[in-house]
């Protein structure tokens, strides 16, 4: 059993932390804010989605700002229900879009 625990710190320690570093780095990166883009392309979504994607856009903007986990979660949903969605590349701040889309899910 010594043998094996020195092995597996001698050949497996770098492999696991560079996984573990790995996995930490990316959790922390996805549950970060969408940039302006992202927004504008949910309020498009919002529009043109079903009740049940609404409700779930306005639950997502219940504390103000959308993560990028969430925001991948619903746009799947959203191509579930819907064939195309209309992209505009011209888009303000991130807090701009993110006021706007707060106006518009607001304004339901």
Same mark, same amino acid.
């Given at each position: 059993? =010594?043998?094996?625990?020195?092995?597996?710190? @001698?050949?497996?320690?770098?492999?696991?932390?560079?996984?573990?570093?790995? #996995?930490?780095?990316? #959790?922390?990166?996805? #549950?970060?804010?969408?940039?302006?883009? #992202?927004? @504008?392309?949910?309020?498009?979504? !919002? =529009?043109?989605?079903? /009740?049940?994607?609404?409700?779930?856009?306005?639950?997502?903007?219940?504390?103000?700002?959308?993560? @990028?986990?969430? !925001?991948?979660?619903?746009?799947?949903?959203?191509?579930? +229900?819907? /064939?195309?969605?209309?992209? *505009?590349?011209?888009?303000? *701040?991130?807090?701009? *879009?993110?006021?706007? %889309?707060? +106006? %518009?899910?607001?304004?339901?």
């Amino acid at each position: 059993m =010594k043998a094996f625990a020195h092995w597996l710190r @001698r050949n497996m320690l770098v492999p696991l932390l560079i996984v573990l570093a790995g #996995s930490a780095v990316a #959790s922390i990166y996805r #549950s970060m804010e969408i940039g302006a883009l #992202s927004y @504008r392309q949910l309020q498009n979504a !919002y =529009k043109a989605g079903s /009740s049940t994607f609404q409700s779930h856009v306005t639950a997502a903007m219940q504390n103000g700002v959308v993560s @990028r986990w969430r !925001y991948t979660a619903l746009m799947q949903q959203y191509w579930v +229900d819907a /064939s195309a969605l209309a992209v *505009e590349l011209d888009v303000g *701040e991130v807090a701009s *879009e993110r006021q706007a %889309l707060a +106006d %518009l899910v607001g304004s339901r």
